[in-house]
């Protein structure tokens, strides 16, 4: 099973970001989480490994299951930090700013999570030093995160997040600080990625680059679904409003 | 004993003091500081108080309630009377100064490191605790050190306040063979002398650990940030 969410809301304050969200999205599945900013995709995308906790509504992802409810302080508002440590070992995440920990090296950056989850020191590298490979940054292993481009940290932070082995892996705008031929090489791991058979979920603005990596869409206005389908929607759209936001 | 062997043994007394009050100091500041930013709003304000005080009271007038002070407290709870060492009442003493002046430093560089950092290490699934101490604590380190490092030259002067309160150091060493040999001048002058090979020595091995801690940035950005680094220290010694 992939991920199954149940009428989410969200409030900060008086605003509400996200209005009873219910969408699913089978395993192995590239899903594009659309809008323009100020949608709520962020909210949404962050909520699937917890980072945001959604003030009503139940969410399944990677075999575990999490009920919200916001005004009943009986039950368990929120997970515990050991649920969502759990949780956050299967759905990896890259951050639209990388994230990378400018005081260790590539290769440290790497084997933090995984030698604090248990992982032997070598083994941990041998892991690291193939994905490094796969992300052509062989070279790299012992540069500092400052010293790369924005494209080669942005590939470090994607391996670092596969050094998991996540079943799910959530992307936050990761083509946002990436000039336009960079972009190309994040589609190219994206759909590289899918070939291997993970669960993915993008959140982005652009819309050359959701029709390239995409096989479902979600479009988002408002904090509301306005649309969802498969990628064929990109070429059929069913809605005026999803119509608009594909011309410009 | 020789002058010399008098005058070794007052450094090292002096060294001891104001080694032990900086690791003491520097845990205490951690505790401090991050109190100071807990969310728990009844803790960050009894800390703030804390350190409101302290910063607010001559030092010397820190060591006297913490030697005199323990002493007399000691008595009026258990009846007993305790003598207090003067180095333990001075260690403490020093490293609550230290600590009051350390921890606004160490805040202030905990709140520099951006939360993306920590947001990072717990989306890799990876607990409060340890993301303290691999993540955020060594990043913290960089921006705090020349803080730090000035705070510890000062901490290293105010030992000698510590000889008002019967601590065998330098400065009392130098006061007492001022005293028994009519050469105050040439006495003094000695343990200044010392004082100040110390303190060089400090600024030397402060200034390796800068570049060390600044190591994993890249050549370009690093000259960048040289000279508003320099200026920050220079201001902050001179005030």
Same mark, same amino acid.
């Given at each position: 099973?992939?991920?199954?969410?149940?009428?989410?809301?969200?409030?900060?304050?008086?605003?509400?970001?996200?209005?009873?969200?219910?969408?699913?999205?089978?395993?192995?599945?590239?899903?594009?989480?659309?809008?323009?900013?100020?949608?709520?995709?962020?909210?949404?995308?962050?909520?699937?490994?917890?980072?945001?906790?959604?003030?009503?509504?139940?969410?399944?992802?990677?075999?575990?299951?999490?009920?919200?409810?916001?005004?009943?302080?009986?039950?368990?508002?929120?997970?515990?930090?050991?649920?969502?440590?759990?949780?956050?070992?299967?759905?990896g995440m890259v951050f639209?700013?990388y994230?990378l920990?400018?005081?260790?090296?590539?290769?440290?950056n790497l084997?933090?999570?995984?030698?604090?989850?248990?992982?032997?020191?070598?083994?941990?590298?041998?892991?690291?030093?193939?994905l490094l490979?796969r992300m052509g940054l062989?070279?790299?292993?012992?540069?500092?995160?400052?010293?790369?481009?924005?494209g080669q940290q942005q590939r470090v932070a994607i391996a670092r997040a596969l050094m998991?082995?996540p079943?799910?892996l959530l992307f936050?705008?990761p083509?946002?600080?990436?000039?336009?031929?960079?972009?190309?090489q994040v589609?190219e791991i994206i759909?590289e990625l899918?070939?291997?058979?993970i669960?993915m979920?993008v959140?982005?603005?652009?819309?050359?680059?959701?029709?390239?990596?995409?096989?479902?869409?979600?479009?988002?206005?408002?904090?509301?679904?306005?649309?969802?389908?498969?990628?064929?929607?990109?070429?059929?759209?069913?809605?005026?409003?999803?119509?608009?936001?594909?011309?410009? | @004993?020789?002058?010399?062997?008098?005058?070794?043994?007052?450094?090292?007394?002096?060294?001891?003091?104001?080694?032990?009050?900086?690791? @003491?100091?520097?845990?205490?500041?951690?505790?401090?500081?991050?109190?100071?930013?807990?969310?728990?709003?009844?803790?960050?304000?009894?800390?703030?108080?804390?350190?409101?005080?302290?910063?607010?009271?001559?030092?010397?007038?820190?060591?006297?309630?913490?030697?005199?002070?323990?002493?007399?407290?000691?008595?009026?709870?258990?009846?007993?009377?305790?003598?207090?060492?003067?180095?333990?009442?001075?260690?403490?003493?020093?490293?609550?100064?230290? /600590?009051?002046?350390?921890?606004?430093?160490?805040?202030?560089?905990?709140?520099?490191?951006?939360?993306?950092?920590?947001?990072?290490?717990?989306?890799?699934?990876?607990?409060?605790?340890?993301?303290?101490?691999?993540?955020?604590?060594?990043?913290?380190?960089?921006?705090?050190?020349?803080?730090?490092?000035?705070?510890?030259?000062?901490?290293?002067?105010?030992?000698?306040?510590?000889?008002?309160?019967?601590?065998?150091?330098?400065?009392?060493?130098?006061?007492?063979?001022?005293?028994?040999?009519?050469?105050?001048?040439?006495?003094?002058?000695?343990?200044?002398?010392?004082?100040?090979?110390?303190?060089?020595?400090?600024?030397?091995?402060?200034?390796?650990?800068?570049?060390?801690?600044?190591?994993?940035?890249? /050549?370009?950005?690093?000259?960048?940030?040289?000279?508003?680094?320099?200026?920050?220290?220079?201001?902050?010694?001179?005030?």
């Amino acid at each position: 099973m992939g991920i199954a969410v149940q009428s989410l809301s969200k409030s900060f304050g008086d605003h509400q970001v996200l209005k009873d969200i219910s969408f699913s999205i089978s395993k192995g599945e590239t899903t594009v989480l659309l809008g323009s900013s100020g949608a709520g995709k962020s909210t949404l995308l962050r909520m699937l490994n917890l980072l945001e906790s959604p003030d009503q509504g139940t969410l399944n992802i990677a075999d575990m299951a999490f009920t919200f409810h916001k005004n009943q302080r009986t039950g368990q508002k929120q997970p515990s930090s050991a649920e969502a440590c759990q949780l956050r070992r299967k759905v990896g995440m890259v951050f639209q700013q990388y994230h990378l920990w400018p005081h260790m090296t590539v290769l440290e950056n790497l084997i933090e999570a995984p030698v604090q989850q248990g992982m032997l020191k070598p083994e941990a590298r041998t892991k690291a030093m193939e994905l490094l490979a796969r992300m052509g940054l062989t070279d790299k292993a012992n540069a500092w995160p400052s010293s790369l481009s924005g494209g080669q940290q942005q590939r470090v932070a994607i391996a670092r997040a596969l050094m998991l082995s996540p079943e799910v892996l959530l992307f936050d705008e990761p083509t946002a600080a990436l000039d336009p031929a960079i972009t190309n090489q994040v589609v190219e791991i994206i759909n590289e990625l899918q070939a291997s058979g993970i669960t993915m979920v993008v959140v982005t603005h652009e819309v050359d680059f959701a029709r390239k990596i995409a096989s479902r869409v979600v479009y988002l206005e408002n904090g509301e679904i306005v649309e969802e389908g498969t990628a064929e929607r990109f070429t059929a759209p069913q809605t005026k409003a999803f119509e608009r936001y594909l011309q410009h | @004993m020789g002058l010399t062997a008098l005058f070794a043994e007052a450094t090292v007394m002096t060294l001891g003091l104001a080694l032990s009050s900086l690791a @003491m100091g520097l845990l205490m500041a951690i505790a401090f500081s991050l109190a100071e930013l807990s969310r728990f709003k009844p803790l960050a304000l009894t800390t703030s108080t804390i350190v409101a005080v302290l910063r607010g009271l001559p030092e010397i007038l820190v060591i006297f309630f913490v030697y005199f002070g323990s002493t007399h407290a000691i008595f009026l709870l258990t009846g007993e009377f305790v003598e207090v060492s003067p180095f333990l009442a001075g260690t403490i003493a020093l490293s609550l100064i230290y /600590s009051a002046y350390a921890s606004q430093t160490l805040r202030g560089a905990f709140m520099a490191i951006p939360r993306g950092q920590a947001e990072a290490a717990s989306a890799l699934g990876i607990s409060k605790v340890r993301c303290f101490f691999r993540i955020t604590l060594p990043q913290t380190w960089r921006h705090a050190l020349p803080g730090l490092g000035n705070q510890w030259l000062v901490l290293l002067k105010d030992t000698a306040l510590v000889a008002l309160i019967g601590v065998h150091d330098l400065l009392l060493q130098a006061k007492m063979t001022a005293a028994s040999t009519y050469e105050p001048f040439t006495w003094y002058g000695i343990a200044a002398l010392i004082y100040l090979a110390i303190t060089l020595i400090s600024q030397n091995i402060l200034e390796r650990m800068k570049s060390r801690s600044n190591r994993h940035l890249t /050549s370009s950005q690093s000259k960048m940030e040289t000279p508003t680094e320099s200026a920050v220290t220079s201001s902050e010694a001179t005030a």
